[in-house]
């Protein structure tokens, strides 16, 4: 079936950096919109990045400047850098792949910034 591995999470101090990636299996990966959302305890789950089979990216506001989506097509693997982390950008961190009526998630990777 179809899977999304995502990896890269862990515990960082405000100010540093993490890299997230999802691997993706069993899609055709270059025509699928890629997404990274989050979840904050007690949140709801919101998008954070996307990114367009084409490579056209958006962003929320509250990541704007400091995260960055990237897709390798050849790898079909999705990539969030993420820097200049907040307390606030702590959360469960999901991929998410979607074409049409088709959509998969990923099993989430934990993100938490801490002094």
């Not at 919109?33 to 998008?47: F, H, I, K, L």
């Not at 084409?54 to 704007?64: C, L, P, W």
């Amino acid at each position: 079936q179809v899977q999304l591995v995502e990896s890269g999470g862990g515990l960082v101090q405000p100010g540093r950096s993490l890299r997230l990636s999802c691997v993706a299996s069993r899609i055709p990966f270059a025509i699928y919109a890629m997404d990274w959302y989050r979840q904050a305890p007690g949140e709801q789950r919101e998008q954070v990045a996307t990114i367009t089979s084409g490579g056209s990216t958006n962003y929320a506001d509250s990541v704007k400047g400091r995260f960055t989506i990237s897709r390798d097509n050849a790898k079909n693997t999705v990539t969030l850098q993420m820097n200049s982390l907040k307390l606030e950008d702590t959360a469960v961190y999901y991929c998410h792949a979607r074409r049409g009526i088709m959509e998969y998630w990923g099993q989430g990777t934990q993100v938490t910034v801490s002094s």
